[in-house]
Nanobody
């Protein structure tokens, strides 16, 4: 499975962005998908995950109520809608595919290249 993340950019605090992760290769629609992020000087952290069917989602406490993960299996694409962005959301965001809907990065088998989100006034 190959993953291509896009949609990052510069946004002011309180603004919104939608990230996309396009998947290709071997039946990507059967994988759970996750979003992770890594800020400068920090470890990679979990953001959100969604089951292959879209019936189950999971969020980090820091983004609950502000971010929404969704997927369109017909397009083999996963989205991360980010609203009310804050300075600490600044990071490189990565999408990942795996067998489980989990917050554990090591459980994901495939990773995209990352897209940079910068929240700045």
């Amino acid at each position: 499975v190959q993953l291509q993340a896009s949609g990052g950019g510069l946004v002011q605090p309180g603004g919104s962005l939608r990230l996309s992760c396009a998947a290709s290769g071997r039946t990507p629609s059967r994988y759970a998908m996750g979003w992770f992020r890594q800020a400068p000087g920090k470890e990679r952290e979990f953001v959100a995950a969604i089951r292959w069917s879209g019936s189950n989602t999971n969020y980090a406490d820091s983004v609950k109520g502000r971010f929404t993960i969704s997927r369109d299996n017909a397009k083999n694409t996963v989205y991360l809608q980010m609203n009310n962005l804050k300075f600490p959301d600044t990071a490189v965001y990565y999408c990942a595919a795996g067998q489980l809907t989990t917050s554990v990065a090591q459980r994901y088998d495939y990773w995209g290249q990352g897209t940079l989100v910068t929240v700045s006034s």
